[in-house]
């Protein structure tokens, strides 16, 4: 048996397993008890607006805070961290280092609870929300900072070099040469990153929220003991159905960027 045949029966094998799998679940699976525990009509048609209008809307808007407030912050740690100064470069490591070795969910309590015992009742301004969102923000700055580095090191050096042998000072060919193609280049990471935020905002859920603030998992899981799906998980699934309506045509766009780069790059 040649390498070709052996590779076509292992395929033939292993989609045979995964059609007796799945063949076992539909026969074994209590559809009547999936259909109330999951899809419960009630649960979709009694939550759709605060869901879709409310809490889908408020993930949105929390993610485009984080976002912009993240690239802002990650603008200067970029140059700090490619500065020949020694000191700005360590504060720009020591930066992305915390930022992208913390969980999400530590420095979003930090901002909630740890600041203003620090700093005699401080908050940042928004409140708990506020909070939330610079958690958010200090970290999505550290892993966008390291994705702009990495796309500004990638812009050939003759073109950096040509723009030099203009008379342009280090800092005009950066904002003019290097940063424009640097973020051409990184904007299918840019996306992801994006992507990642829209399912970190779940994480806000920790500081508790008024009602109109609520982000879909918590709204989700508040329909859950309250509401016409309570004692079922129909909320959740819900909020799993508007996660994948808002991130998979971002994740769709990502491989049509990518696509397009490695052509161009041809």
Do not use: C
Request: aromatic letters at 10%.
């Amino acid at each position: 048996m040649t390498r070709t045949q052996r590779n076509r029966a292992t395929q033939g094998v292993l989609y045979a397993l995964f059609t007796a799998v799945l063949l076992a679940l539909v026969v074994l699976a209590d559809w009547k008890a999936i259909g109330h525990n999951f899809f419960k009509p009630e649960g979709f048609t009694g939550s759709w607006e605060y869901m879709v209008l409310t809490a889908a809307k408020n993930t949105i808007v929390y993610t485009a805070i984080a976002f912009a407030g993240g690239f802002l912050l990650a603008v200067p740690l970029v140059l700090m961290k490619l500065s020949p100064a020694a000191p700005l470069r360590w504060l720009a490591t020591a930066w992305v280092e915390l930022f992208r070795g913390l969980p999400a969910l530590i420095v979003i309590l930090f901002m909630g609870v740890g600041v203003p015992i620090a700093f005699n009742g401080w908050t940042p301004p928004g409140g708990m929300l506020g909070a939330g969102l610079g958690g958010l923000m200090l970290v999505a700055s550290a892993y966008m900072a390291e994705t702009l580095r990495a796309g500004i090191q990638a812009v050939p050096k003759g073109q950096i070099e040509a723009a030099r042998s203009l008379g342009m000072s280090p800092a005009r060919t950066m904002l003019t040469v290097t940063f424009p193609q640097a973020i051409r280049i990184v904007i299918p990471p840019l996306t992801n990153e994006l992507v990642l935020l829209i399912k970190d905002t779940s994480l806000l859920f920790v500081l508790g929220f008024m009602v109109q603030e609520k982000e879909l998992t918590t709204a989700a899981r508040d329909f859950m003991s309250s509401g016409p799906s309570a004692g079922t998980a129909t909320s959740l699934v819900f909020a799993a159905m508007l996660y994948l309506a808002i991130t998979l045509p971002l994740t769709q766009l990502v491989a049509w960027l990518e696509r397009r780069q490695s052509r161009r790059s041809r």
